[in-house]
């Protein structure tokens, strides 16, 4: 049987790419019109159908010119109560490419259209339509007390609740918040990152996933050294995810 973390597909109707990660150095290198040293690795390289004729696959080319050249950069990263996640979206005037780690070893690079890119970045955060959530507005907390409620919510309830009634916060939101972090399914991080020639702009959103507790913004402000969580839903947040890239890709 093939080791799957081995196996290489270059799907040209898909556009997608799926390497082992290890090949990227490699291919990068190729790509820069670099030699590549280990014969191994460029006997890999043309046994999965990267490397023709001491050229790579078009489709190839694509995608890692978008990758090493971009006008924009999406980094979205996801962390949840079991597992980690991370993608990454390069982006151009004219194509996208999507990237996603299947696993510790794996890399897939998928072609997109540039004007798709809000729909992606949505399904890449897993952003999907729910039932209407029974809570409203917003509350500020310190970080130190978000953390704190964090670390024992899973074990101590009640602890978790006395650190936010210390902090200040009235009835409805201790209980709002308790529940809402009590089902937390990730916190999605996402940057936006404008390149034009020696100018770079950066926007950043965090999303709470709480399940069937409904979707909340996550604001920091560094200096006063607080979090603000505010209920949102899957209307507001696509338009946010929509108004977080340059006009272009909108």
Known sequence: ??????????????????????????????????????AETVAELQAGGLLIRNALDPLVVTLVTVMTSPTMVVTV???GAHASRLATIWGSV???????TVDQNRFDLLQIEPKLLPFHLAQVIA????????????????????RLVEDTIAEDQQAAERALRAAGLTDPW????????AHRRALWTIEVISLHGATRHVERM????????????????????????????????LRCCSALLPAAAQ
């Open 94 to 100: 004219r194509r996208a490419v999507l990237g996603t």
């Open 174 to 181: 201790p209980d709002w918040l308790l529940i809402a972090l």
């Open 206 to 237: 965090m999303v709470l996933d709480a399940g069937s507790a409904g979707y909340w913004s996550v604001a920091e402000n560094g200096v006063e050294d607080t979090v603000t969580l505010c209920a949102t839903n899957f209307d507001q947040l």
């Open 127 to 146: 952003l999907s339509p729910r039932p209407p959530s029974p809570f409203t507005g917003s509350v500020t907390v310190p970080r130190t007390t978000l």
């Open 1 to 38: 049987m093939i080791d799957p973390s081995r196996r290489v597909v270059v799907d040209h109707e898909r556009r997608l790419l799926s390497v082992p990660k290890r090949l990227m150095p490699a291919i990068l290198a190729v790509h820069a019109g670099e030699s590549v040293r280990s």
């Open 77 to 79: 990263e996801s962390t």
